[in-house]
T-cell receptor
């Protein structure tokens, strides 16, 4: 498996439930990004990690959203007390190098489709 | 601030016809520009990127795009559409750090046999 993988691929949650979405980046990739893609829209930046450090979380829509990457590889996006407006596809991407090298390609996972009822 | 605008949320072309997907950008700094393709239930795949080198950029699957600073455009073209080109296409811009990408709303391409 050389690509970015995400799990689960589909998640249905009742409003108010907590969810955790997992991203396995390409092995050795330093940078990891989370995006939210609402239906019919382009992906919107949520947060960015360089190794285990979360360098930018300006895109997180509320304090109910939390992301971590404790060992600098796998990352988890957690959403607490889910709301209907959280329904979207959550995309993870990784790139080989650290910030300052935007020529590096971001490789995207297939996404997790979250539906909040 | 940076943003991209994709004109036309849906484009239909006949198989073998020219594909033209439009993207205009807004950036206060020299932009890095990208085109991604998304097939159903799959992640985004990079088609091509402009990083201040040649203004005409060639990508995968026969696609290319031309950076025109005077028009703030980065339109995607392909001379002859193939059925397998049917997908969603996203234009994106980032600054030199590459920490944040700003995506357009996407253009859905339909290829008519």
């Amino acid at each position: 498996g050389a690509g970015v993988s995400q799990s689960p691929r589909y998640k249905v949650a009742k409003r108010g439930q907590d969810v955790a979405l997992r991203c396995d980046p390409i092995s050795g990739h330093v940078s990891l990004f989370w995006y939210q893609q609402a239906l019919g829209q382009g992906p919107e930046f949520l947060t960015y990690f360089q190794n285990e450090a979360q360098l930018d979380k300006s895109g997180l829509p509320s304090d109910r959203f939390f992301a971590e990457r404790p060992e600098g590889s796998v990352s988890t996006l957690k959403i607490q007390r889910t709301q209907q407006e959280d329904s979207a596809v959550y995309l993870c991407a990784s790139s080989r190098r650290s910030s300052g090298r935007s020529t590096d390609t971001q490789y995207f996972g297939p996404g997790t489709r979250l539906t909040v009822l | 601030a940076q943003s991209v605008t994709q004109l036309g949320s849906h484009v239909s072309v006949s198989e073998g016809a020219l594909v033209l997907l439009r993207c205009n950008y807004s950036s206060s700094v020299p932009p890095y520009l990208f085109w991604y393709v998304q097939y159903p239930n799959q992640g985004l795949q990079l088609l091509l990127k402009y990083t201040s080198a040649a203004t005409l950029v060639k990508g995968i699957n026969g696609f290319e795009a031309e950076f025109k600073k005077s028009e703030t455009s980065f339109h995607l073209t392909k001379p002859s559409a193939h059925m397998s080109d049917a997908a969603e296409y996203f234009c994106a811009v980032s600054d030199s750090t590459g920490n944040q990408f700003y995506f357009g709303t996407g253009t859905s391409l339909t290829v008519i046999p």
